[in-house]
C-alpha cells in the first residue's frame, strides 16, 4: 500500500528565506508520482511541482524545488526566497502512475499536510 | 469560469436526511475525482470517474455514498442517511486524459456540516 508521512506539523520561515518542507514516502510500484499542492485557507488545493520516479533530475518550478532522493524515498521541497503569500497549508501526495507516461493518472495519496508561517 | 465548480460551497444537513453534492470540472477534462478531506487531514480518496465510468470506487467508505457521471461531464456525490461523522470538505478534481502531462486540478470543495 502507498504512504506518504509529513513529518512537520507546522514550519515557521522569516520573508526572503529558504524553507524545506519534509516528505517521505512508501510504495512497492516500480514507478509512481511525486506531487506537492499549497492549500491556502481558501480551501482550493494548488498544484506546484511534479516529480516522476524515473526521473533523474530533481524538478522545479520557480520558486519551488523538489528534494527527490529515491533510495531514501524522500521528496522534500523546497521553496526559495519566502514571501507572506506562501502561508498556507502544504500537501505532499503519490499517484501509481506517472502522469506523463500516457495513462490517465488515477487517484492520489496524500499526507497530512503541513502548515507553513511566513513572518516578517 | 475555467476552474472545477462545486456546490454548494457549504451545507449544513441534519443527520439522517440525504445530500447531494455537485461538481463541474473543467472543460474536456475526462477524469473526475471526489476526494474528501477531515479537519486536520490530508484529502482522502473516495472514487475516480474515467468518462462516465467508474474507473476505481474503492474509496468510498459505505454504501451511503454513491457518485455519478451519467454524461461524462458533471458528477454528483450523493450522500444518504448522512451521520455526524461525514461533516468533512469534499474536493473534487478533474484532469485531461492520458499523455498530456497535466496534473490533477482541484475545486473549493464542499464543505458538508451534519447536525
Not at chain 2, 8 to 13: D, R
Request: hydrophobic share 30%; aromatic share 12%; net charge neutral.
Amino acid at each position: 500500500a502507498q504512504k506518504i508521512t509529513q513529518t512537520q506539523p507546522g514550519m515557521f520561515v522569516q520573508e526572503k528565506e529558504a524553507v524545506t518542507l519534509d516528505c517521505t514516502y512508501d510504495t512497492s510500484d516500480p514507478s509512481y508520482g511525486l506531487f506537492w499542492y499549497k492549500q491556502p485557507s481558501s480551501g482550493e488545493m494548488i498544484f506546484l511541482i511534479y516529480q516522476g520516479s524515473y526521473d533523474q533530475q530533481n524538478a522545479t518550478e520557480g520558486r519551488y524545488s523538489l528534494n527527490f532522493q529515491k533510495a531514501r524515498k524522500s521528496a522534500n521541497l523546497v521553496i526559495s526566497a519566502s514571501q507572506l503569500g506562501d502561508s498556507a497549508m502544504y500537501f505532499c501526495a503519490m499517484s501509481s502512475v506517472p502522469y506523463d507516461r500516457g495513462s490517465t493518472l488515477g487517484r492520489l495519496y496524500f499526507g497530512r499536510g503541513t502548515q507553513l508561517t511566513v513572518w516578517p | 469560469g475555467a476552474g472545477v465548480s462545486q456546490t454548494p460551497s457549504n451545507k449544513v444537513t441534519e443527520k439522517g436526511k440525504y445530500v447531494e453534492l455537485r461538481c463541474d470540472p473543467i472543460s474536456g477534462h475526462t477524469a473526475l475525482y471526489w476526494y474528501r478531506q477531515s479537519l486536520g487531514q490530508g484529502p482522502e480518496f473516495l472514487i475516480y470517474f474515467q468518462g462516465t465510468g467508474a474507473a476505481d470506487d474503492s474509496g468510498l467508505p459505505n454504501d451511503r455514498f454513491f457518485a455519478v457521471r451519467p454524461e461524462g461531464s458533471v458528477s454528483t456525490l450523493k450522500i444518504q442517511r448522512t451521520e455526524r461523522g461525514d461533516s468533512a470538505v469534499y474536493l473534487c478534481a478533474s484532469s485531461p486524459d492520458s499523455g498530456s502531462g497535466n496534473t490533477i486540478y482541484f475545486g473549493e470543495g464542499s464543505w458538508l456540516t451534519v447536525v
